[in-house]
């Protein structure tokens, strides 16, 4: 069972209580963009065996939407952190390198 703690209300949310949001940190492109940066935020997504970022909402609590860092092999969480980020905090950076020695992301670590 997926449990994710909401940094909004502070409760231990299980799954059944959150809606999927996709892939999180996604760069949004709209007019003046080209096809190909169109395209790619439209259809192209990470999909990693391992540490991944995703966006999901509270749909059964406050109805916010916030990220969450887990292991989608392991399924093991490693926070979670509110959507108004363009990237993952240093905190929850820092617990990914502490589990996952040389992990990177997008040049972050
Ligand atoms: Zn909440």
Aim: hydrophobic fraction near 30%; include cysteine.
């Amino acid at each position: 069972m997926l449990l994710l703690n909401c940094p909004y209300c502070g409760v231990d949310a299980e799954e059944t209580e959150l809606s999927p949001g996709g892939e999180a940190h996604l760069t949004r492109h709209g007019p003046g963009s080209s096809e190909e940066e169109f395209h790619d935020y439209l259809f192209t997504r990470e999909n990693p065996r391992g540490v991944h970022f995703e966006r999901w909402r509270h749909a059964h609590g406050c109805g916010k939407w916030f990220h969450a860092a887990r292991c989608t092999q392991t399924l093991e969480v490693f926070g979670t952190y509110t959507a108004q980020t363009s990237e993952p905090p240093q905190h929850i950076r820092d617990a990914i390198s502490e589990k996952r020695p040389g992990w990177q992301w997008r040049g972050l670590s």
